[in-house]
Antibody, heavy 116, light 113 residues
């Protein structure tokens, strides 16, 4: 069965960077794009962008361009999302989600807390 | 960016009664070449990731109870829960995946009256 398992919670100071991982299993890793979606506490869902695991191609939402980098390691079926120059309003749960046009499968989420 | 507006923001429905959630897109998400609406509904319970309920506006995901149904086309869509069960208490989100960036509605909280 398809599983997306994310790395654990992080606490970071303003200005730092965070790198969240998402390990896929149960399907051919390179067959589906992976997206990152975040959710601030008590708020809605916000798309950050996607990565094509086959060739590493990416597309980032304009809001995050210059601060976000999505990469992948095909040898371990894992995608990564790195967000730099963190601010307090980056405090959120970050999800990876496998795209089949719609978001068919989601990771369990990774809480990133930005606090001085 | 495409704006997805859900109504109401919250609703309380008695067990066994019908719940209806609406979502309006600021632009049509119907692709004329394949006649598909690039539109989905998700359910999110506290502490859990969203769960796909409906895609292509009206196709129920495998394993989703048939009391959940989706309808609509173009810019106006509806999620109906025909007979609300206790386990349906959650926040429901609509999403368009036609335009980049993909965007979600603000969410509708469904509770038991």
């Amino acid at each position: 069965q398809v599983q997306l398992v994310q790395s654990g919670a992080e606490v970071k100071k303003p200005g730092a960077s965070v790198k969240v991982s998402c390990k896929a299993s149960g399907y051919t890793f390179t067959d589906y794009y992976m997206h990152w979606v975040r959710q601030a506490p008590g708020q809605g869902l916000e798309c950050m962008g996607w990565i094509n695991p086959k060739n590493g191609g990416t597309n980032y939402a304009q809001k995050f361009q210059g601060r976000v980098t999505m990469t992948r390691d095909t040898s371990i079926s894992t995608v990564y999302m790195e967000l730099s120059r963190l601010r307090s309003d980056d405090t959120a749960v970050y999800y990876c989600a496998r795209e089949n046009d719609y978001y068919e499968f989601w990771g369990q989420g990774t809480l990133v807390t930005v606090s001085s | 960016d495409i704006v997805m507006t859900q109504s109401p923001d919250s609703l309380a429905v008695s067990l066994g009664e019908r719940a209806t959630i609406n979502c309006k897109s600021s632009q049509s998400v119907l692709y004329s070449s394949n006649n598909k609406n690039y539109f989905a509904w998700y359910q999110q319970k506290p502490g859990q990731p969203p769960k796909l309920l409906i895609y292509w506006a009206s196709t129920r995901e495998s394993g989703v109870p048939d009391r959940f149904s989706g309808s609509g086309s173009g810019t106006d869509f509806t999620l109906t829960i025909s007979s609300l069960q206790a386990e349906d208490v959650a926040v429901y989100y609509c999403e368009q995946y036609y335009y980049t960036p993909r965007t979600f509605g603000q969410g509708t909280k469904v509770e038991i009256k």
